[in-house]
């Protein structure tokens, strides 16, 4: 059962960083590249066996972020 939520989890996280890359790319100027990514992420707690993170949920308010940037 727990292989399964992890399955379900690190789906959901790929989603997320998935549309994450395709708001750098299009609405963000590309001003957020992975290797920034991760290093912020690293201010959050890491995934716990069978448990959202608290990664998961800062990934999924970035996804929700809309920056209309400088121009």
């Known amino acids: ?9 690190d789906d959901y996280r790929n989603e997320l960083i998935d549309k994450i890359k395709t708001l750098h790319e299009t609405i963000w100027e590309r001003r957020v590249h992975e290797p920034l990514l991760n290093e912020w992420l690293e201010n959050f707690k890491q995934d716990v066996e069978g448990e959202a993170s608290e990664q998961l949920h800062a990934l999924y308010l970035l996804s929700q972020f809309i920056y209309f940037g400088t121009n």
């Not at 059962?1 to 399955?7: C, F, H, K, Q, T």
């Open 1 to 9: 059962m727990i292989d399964n939520r992890d399955n379900i989890i």
